[in-house]
């Protein structure tokens, strides 16, 4: 239960074509992660595959069964939504109930689904509790539970976790990504964040332009981006290009260098520079260095290092971490 | 207002406005207080003299008033049961993306700018006249008889005129609160497998509760005074039966010439206004707090 597959999906706003046709497949019990940035159409595809809109052509396939014109409650998805589109006037336990109220469930079942979700999500609680009465925590955890207790095919999250501070996206994305181990149903996830793509997903398809650029595993995209886009979106800091003569080199239009790959020393390397920012973290210091034909480079250095700003260093490169560009922007092999 | 001096400053800037406020209410309450203590009759000049509770006696011992007093009651409430009901009707259908969508909005809003004599005298003459009226015609039409309504359904009549004339503003603003309403939890709904009437019940109408309450609390207090509807359709009657509380003071005050009577008429209006009023903030003013 839970494969979603796309064939030839298109759709259209008026005359503005937002998805080009578009396949793809998304197995049972995979965490599959939406990736792009802001306007590519990654909430539109989602919403497609929510049934919230048409699509203008082509099908969608729910367990292999033709869904492209159900609406959405018959389709077994559940959504969770960015502003996570709680009910103010109802309880927490109203708000994880309705679905189950909506299906016609006895009074009973209801509670117990609802206390069982409660428990999984830390909710016990807060069950009186009107929704403008929690913080954003615990409200993106009330939105998962209405999702959880309806036990849906396959769960859409629409960037769930824009809204919250940094600290708490991390613990959220640890608790969504244990809910995933545990309940191993299919979750579909949007995100313009290449870090919540890299650290939860089993699967990411990186958009743009409502075009699918690379579909893989995090490491497969880290290690073989298809394309200067999906280089330079995938990997924190981004990827370092260089063009010209150290291209040429190279027989490529463009060459890319993770900062990681980069080692910087005082006294020899292959490129000389100056030391413009240096970002102290403790464990990763981040250098954004100037070279000698005055293109930029950042370099990621593990722990501590002694560098400040106007200090001459040299930076080599792991040559065979070296990505390859042609002229068109495609990976060369 | 943090600090001592500036809550002092902000007192004395208000100031002028409340005393000038005051003056305004406290004048004439209290001459109508006063007069409603006397024997005070315009045919008899000059023979006024204190008598104490007896206009009071006189006034709510008359069957009139509790005619009125229903009457007031059936009016409000009349009222208020169509441009709610109605208001959350037409709002749904405006919410609606349509051709022209400008142009109906402010269609509708165009009762509101009538003054309520004249609309009342259009619906009168040109609608409710047994003879020449719109309805009259659509009866002869549909070959039945046409129906008096201002001589056998007169309350009736008034609230329809008096409905007619405030549903665009309970439209206007349950519309408004409408589309505040977060697209994302229709749509939450909608997953949720909430079809369209549940949607309504569950999510629109609790969204709506408090624009609802507003709408109640603004309109009661201009309903229990309609009096311009009634003085240009019916003049209160026939009889007491579309004679309402102010209608009532007017007739006892300027068609009697009994000055004494009516302010205590006025009075007693004043008392079951605010009786309506803390009833009403029993029942919805929770609405209202956020
Ligand atoms: N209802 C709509 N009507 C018209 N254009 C829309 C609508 N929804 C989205 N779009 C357009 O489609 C594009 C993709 O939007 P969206 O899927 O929300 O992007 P993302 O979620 O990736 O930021 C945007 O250019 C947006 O303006
Ligand atoms: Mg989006």
Known sequence: ?333 | MATDHSRIAARLMISPAVLLLLGWMVVPLSMTIYFSFLSYNLLSPGTEEWIGLVNYEFFLTDPAFFAALGNTLLLVGGVLLITIVGGVGLALLLDQPMWGQGIVRILMIAPFFVMPTVSALVWKNMFMNPVNGLFAHLAKFLGVAPFDFLAHAPLFSVVIIVAWQWLPFSTLILLTAMQSLDQEQLEAAKMDGAKKFRRFFHIVLPHLSRAITVVILIQTIFLLSIFAEILVTTNGGPGYASTNITYLVYAQSLLQFDVGGGSAGGIIAVILANIVAVFLMRMIGKNLEA
């Open chain 1, 1 to 333: 239960m839970g494969s979603i597959k796309l064939e030839n999906v298109t759709k259209s706003f008026g005359d503005v074509a937002v998805i080009p046709p578009l396949n793809l497949e998304i197995n049972e019990g995979e965490f599959v992660v939406f990736v792009g940035p802001s306007g590519c159409g990654k909430s539109t595809l989602l919403r497609l595959i929510a049934g919230l809109e048409d699509v203008s052509s082509g099908n969608i396939y729910i367990d292999g069964a033709d869904a492209t014109g159900i609406r959405p409650a018959r389709r077994g998805l559940a959504m969770v939504f960015q502003s996570y589109a709680l009910y103010p006037h109802m309880s927490v336990r109203n708000n994880i109930a309705f679905p189950l109220k909506m299906a016609g469930m006895a009074a009973a079942e209801i509670d117990r689904k609802v206390m069982g979700a409660a428990e999984v999500l830390n909710l016990t609680d807060y069950l009186k509790r009107r929704p403008g009465q929690l913080s954003g925590g615990q409200r993106q955890r009330v939105a998962i539970g209405r999702a959880i207790v309806r036990e849906p095919k396959a769960f859409l999250f629409d960037e769930p976790l824009s809204n919250l501070d940094a600290a708490l996206r991390v613990n959220m994305r640890l608790e969504i990504s244990e809910l995933h181990q545990k309940l191993k149903t299919t979750m579909v996830y949007v995100t313009h964040d290449q870090i919540e793509a890299m650290t939860m997903a089993d699967k990411i398809v990186v958009l743009r332009k409502g075009v699918i650029e690379q579909v893989g595993t995090p490491l497969e995209l880290y290690r073989n981006p298809a394309n200067l886009f999906v280089a330079s979106f995938i990997g924190s800091p981004k990827m370092n290009f260089l063009k010209g003569k150290e291209a040429a080199r190279h027989d490529a239009h463009t060459i890319g260098i993770r900062p990681e790959h980069l080692s910087i020393s005082r006294q020899e390397g292959l490129w000389k520079g100056t030391v413009g920012v240096a970002e102290h973290l403790g464990s990763d210091t981040f250098l954004y260095v100037t070279l000698a034909d005055g293109s930029q480079v950042t370099v990621r250095a593990a722990g501590e290092v002694e560098l400040s700003h106007g200090d001459s260093v040299y930076i080599s490169a792991e040559t065979d971490r070296i990505y390859r560009f042609g002229p068109d922007g495609l990976a060369l092999k």
